[in-house]
């Protein structure tokens, strides 16, 4: 069955978010995926008070200050050793 998935929902311009690298692509661009549970926004910034907002469950984020709370992809917290075999990217979300 398929899901219907809004971007703005998981994550947003300068989001900082861990993904696997599914290919290269060509010059301009690669393609990523936030499919697996470990993977998706690890920073993002609140829009109201410019503060880094810390995740509350999978899918939600929250602001320490103002209490806003945002909808995002949040990336499961990695150990140490969590993180073998695991090929990764974290860069900025932009526009396209």
Sequence with gaps: ASEDVSMYDCFRPG?????????????????????????????????????VMEPISFKEMQCPESKVKE?????????DGDAGGLLSLIMPLKHV
Excluded at 26 to 31: G, I
């Design 71 to 79: 909808f995002r992809k949040c990336a499961r917290p990695l150990s």
């Design 15 to 51: 989001d900082i978010i861990l993904a696997r690298v599914l290919s290269l692509g060509d010059a301009r661009r690669y393609f990523l995926s936030t499919a697996e549970v470990e993977l998706g926004v690890m920073k993002a910034v609140c829009r109201s008070s410019g503060m």
